[in-house]
């Protein structure tokens, strides 16, 4: 009886449930362990960065670094962490802000508290509704300078991002610059898709992707790069193009979203 | 069972496979442990019948909440459900004291999951291209090599130590 129980409470989830009561038990769920989740992410981003290597030193200027460092660490360490974090925010939103066109652009600076689904295909982040953050935003990497998703589902307090590779995503984007706009569509394993673009239009591998413009991101903005380009088996008059992503998602831990831009639903 | 040291075992196992699994990740970023199948292996060969049930649904439902496919949850909750009352009823069967028959189950055991998690999910939604080497092979193999690791301080913490019992029985002179 208990095994019928448990199927059928299986089922009624995997068919009955929408996707958007999971997704709010999902949000729900990162943000009661959202202070573990942050921590744990930054641990494994840290044990992925090389360490510099250690210049030779005296034996004395060795031990009074040590007992230097044993006396101010304690005292120091919240403070810096807590002050590199507002830096860091304010070099990537400076850095986007530099160029020209995103001087007027409204962003709120985002940290991801963990990828959202096995694929890696989401991310949930830790501004939500509060923040003025609704779904259809895109969100970009400051460090990249490039979109690499929108807002798929949003709570009070946190939000999720569908990345441009996920299956569900589809982007207005153009290619180069020809005058073609396409829908790119995310496949999965960190590629994406742009069907429906005639082969009288020249592309070409390694021709950036960019973002159409949407009302209050009014410059263009790359979001990907064509790896692959070849006539498509089934329609012979059509590109078979593939693209991938110019972030690197894996290492991601900040990003920004564009509060104002929002996909027509 | 100890359902109060459970429910903080799997959530403890949540959150660490959540955040800090990716840590221990060999090759890929998704060929890691996964903790939650080793405790899905050790409830299910541990506990009564009954509570080997529940276990492995609530388990299920923790993989689905955690880390989803395709946003979808219920592939998990199903597979881990289904698996995991399999497996106890064929505890008089299989021994797994041993830690090579351990590596052995777990390792059967989540190559049974993926396959009809991804089936399950290819029933709602189109599939994304994941690696199918990633989530039937290196994932399980991963995960049965740390399991037998594991399998002691889970016993410990859910007092589920058999030797401890005997000694608790042991005949009065």
């Not at chain 1, 064509?226 to 991938?244: H, N, R, Y």
Request: proline share 6%; with cysteine.
């Amino acid at each position: 009886m208990l095994f019928t129980w448990g199927m059928l409470a299986g089922l009624i989830f995997l068919f009955l449930v929408p996707k958007d009561l999971t997704g709010q038990l999902q949000l729900a769920y990162a943000r009661a362990f959202r202070w573990p989740l942050a921590a744990g992410r930054g641990l494994t981003l840290a044990s992925r960065t090389a360490t510099p290597p250690v210049q030779d030193i005296s034996r004395k200027d060795h031990k009074a670094l040590l007992t230097a460092y044993g006396q101010t660490r304690n005292e120091l360490a919240n403070l810096q962490a807590q002050l590199q974090e507002a830096h860091r925010t304010i070099e990537g939103l400076t850095k986007l802000r530099d160029r020209p066109g995103w001087e007027n652009v409204p962003l709120r600076p985002a940290t991801i508290i963990a990828p959202a689904d096995q694929a890696h295909n989401e991310l949930i982040i830790n501004r939500g509704q509060q923040d003025d953050v609704a779904v259809g935003q895109f969100v970009i990497s400051p460090d990249d300078h490039a979109i690499t998703g929108t807002i798929s589902d949003v709570s009070p307090k946190g939000a999720k991002v569908r990345l441009i590779t996920d299956p569900a995503s589809k982007i207005a984007v153009t290619i180069a610059d020809l005058n073609v706009s396409g829908l790119m569509e995310g496949r999965g394993n960190n590629t994406a898709r742009i069907p429906l673009i005639s082969t009288k239009h020249k592309v070409k591998k390694g021709d950036p992707v960019y973002a159409r413009k949407q009302p209050g991101l009014d410059t263009p903005v790359i979001t990907a790069r064509v790896t692959e380009c070849k006539p498509d088996a089934d329609s012979p008059l059509l590109w078979d193009i593939k693209v991938q992503p110019v972030c690197d998602v894996a290492n991601l831990s900040e990003i920004a979203v564009v509060i104002s831009a929002q996909l027509p639903q | 069972m100890h359902w109060l040291r459970f429910a903080v075992l799997v959530l403890v196992a949540s959150v660490l496979q959540t955040s800090l699994m990716g840590a221990l990740s060999i090759i890929r970023p998704d060929v890691k442990p996964d903790l939650l199948l080793i405790l899905l292996v050790f409830f299910a060969v541990r506990s009564k019948p009954t509570d080997a049930v529940i276990s492995s649904f609530i388990i299920g439902f923790a993989a689905d909440l955690t880390s989803p496919t395709m946003g979808l949850m219920g592939p998990r909750i199903i597979s881990f459900g289904v698996f995991g009352t399999l497996l106890s009823d064929l505890q008089g069967i299989i021994s797994t004291r041993r830690g090579i028959y351990q590596a052995a189950t777990i390792f059967l055991v989540g190559l049974l999951t993926a396959g009809l998690s991804y089936l399950l999910t290819f029933l709602r939604a189109e599939t994304a291209e994941v690696s199918l080497a990633a989530q039937l092979l290196w994932q399980p193999l991963y995960s049965a090599i740390l399991g037998p690791f594991l399998s002691l301080p889970m016993a410990w913490w859910m007092r589920m130590n058999k030797r401890g019992r005997r000694r608790r029985t042991g005949r009065r002179l």
